[in-house]
């Protein structure tokens, strides 16, 4: 239904020049209190390449006037409606994001000076090592993962042009990690797929990256001995507790090439490779192709918003046969409140091919960081 403009409506020069540029305008009118175009793309050639380049022109043109445009396909005709951006001016005011990020230096700290005040360490593996130090080789590995995860992601906000908050860290209870993880904000949605797909990508891309470089340093630091002497090391500390660790195969790939483990052998992990391991974990659960979560930017962006639905379903049940049933809850729940990953502006071109090959990277990261705290 159309409505005409009120005398106060007035559709601002600067976006139908810009809207009259990319598209052959078929009518402009007010959709209530939007401005809204019925639109062709202009030129000749695939109809949707055609438009998903014309639109993402177009929001680059208008995003300066405080304008972002919305793509939709309404009764056969393209639509696109004038959104004001928000007015509310971002202050580059940084003090809760310092006041995280001391608070998770601190509890990262701790945790990491719990576990590196081990006497097996201390007695044992690294009799002239300062507990502080190990401490402090913990607490910059976790960082370095959890932060440049975040980083990864504000980078590609920022090289898609998106407004988007500096990394919060959000603390934890020692001997849970120290830290939560970190996360940022968006202001604004993606112009297109392209740009979702980007923008989940991003974080996990790095963060894996940053958790193979930390594994090396970590195995390399990590030390192989006999069975037999974790054996009699449990009689004499009967305080420590040893625990097999699912390894993920990024780290047993490192392990094979840096530490090869005999038969009758076993791996004790440096707390910089306990670093890598927990970044292992962070990027696998990043990726799980549910919800908000980084891997559900990734799916919405090539399959589209009611495929991912049900994708999420099956993102949810991975997360709880891999042994990560508390997560696997919590997607659950802001699943069935109706939280989704974000919409782009143009929700309907498909993504480029290069993304779609993409997708292979995308899996083999998952792959060789699953740690499967359950036996698959």
Same mark, same amino acid.
């Given at each position: 239904?159309?409505? =005409? ?56 043109? @208008? ?10 396909? @309404? ?8 959104? =004001? ?34 006497? #097996?360490?201390?007695? %044992? ?19 370095? @993962?959890?932060?440049?995860? =975040?980083?990864?992601?504000? %980078? ?20 849970? /990690? ?24 991003? /974080? ?7 958790? %193979?470089? #930390? ?19 449990? @009689? ?73 639905? #049900?994708?999420? !379903? ?10 990560? !049933?508390?997560?696997? !809850? ?9 939280? =989704? ?25 998952? %792959? ?9």
């Amino acid at each position: 239904m159309q409505e =005409e403009p009120t005398d106060n409506q007035e559709m601002d020069p600067r976006y139908v020049e810009a809207v009259e540029r990319y598209f052959e305008v078929g009518l402009a009118y007010w959709e209530r209190t939007t401005p809204t175009f019925i639109v062709r793309p202009k030129g000749v050639g695939y109809q949707q390449y055609l438009i998903k380049e014309a639109f993402k022109n177009l929001a680059e043109d @208008i995003k300066p006037f405080g304008y972002l445009p919305r793509l939709r396909w @309404i009764v056969s005709n393209y639509q696109i409606s004038i959104l =004001e951006k928000s007015k509310e001016v971002t202050e580059l005011n940084y003090r809760r994001n310092v006041l995280l990020f001391a608070a998770t230096l601190i509890t990262v700290f701790i945790d990491g000076f719990l576990r590196s005040n081990n006497p #097996i360490l201390t007695q %044992a593996l690294m009799k002239d090592t300062p507990v502080v130090l190990n401490a402090l080789l913990f607490t910059f590995s976790i960082i370095t @993962i959890f932060g440049l995860h =975040e980083l990864g992601h504000k %980078a590609a906000s920022l090289w898609k042009d998106m407004d988007s908050s500096m990394p919060y860290f959000i603390p934890a209870p020692p001997g849970l /990690g120290g830290t939560f993880g970190a996360v940022i904000t968006q202001h604004e949605p993606p112009v297109n797929r392209d740009a979702l797909f980007d923008l989940g990508l991003s /974080g996990p891309l790095v963060g894996f990256l940053v958790t %193979a470089i #930390i594994g090396i340093i970590g195995v390399s630091l990590s030390f192989v001995v006999p069975t037999q002497q974790i054996t009699e090391w449990m @009689i004499m500390f009967p305080e420590v507790r040893f625990q097999q660790m699912p390894m993920p195969v990024l780290l047993d790939i490192l392990a094979s090439l840096i530490k090869p483990i005999p038969e009758g052998m076993t791996l004790v992990m440096h707390p910089v490779a306990f670093a890598s391991w927990v970044g292992c974990i962070l990027t696998f659960i990043n990726l799980i192709p549910s919800w908000q979560l980084d891997g559900g930017h990734i799916v919405r962006a090539l399959v589209g918003k009611e495929t991912h639905k #049900i994708v999420s !379903v099956a993102g949810i049940l991975l997360l709880i046969i891999s042994g990560y !049933v508390f997560m696997g !809850v919590i997607v659950a729940f802001f699943l069935m409140r109706g939280n =989704e990953s974000i919409e782009p502006l143009d929700d309907l071109s498909p993504i480029s091919i290069s993304r779609k090959i993409g997708m292979l990277l995308y899996f083999l990261i998952m %792959a060789l960081t699953l740690v499967a705290l359950l036996p698959l």
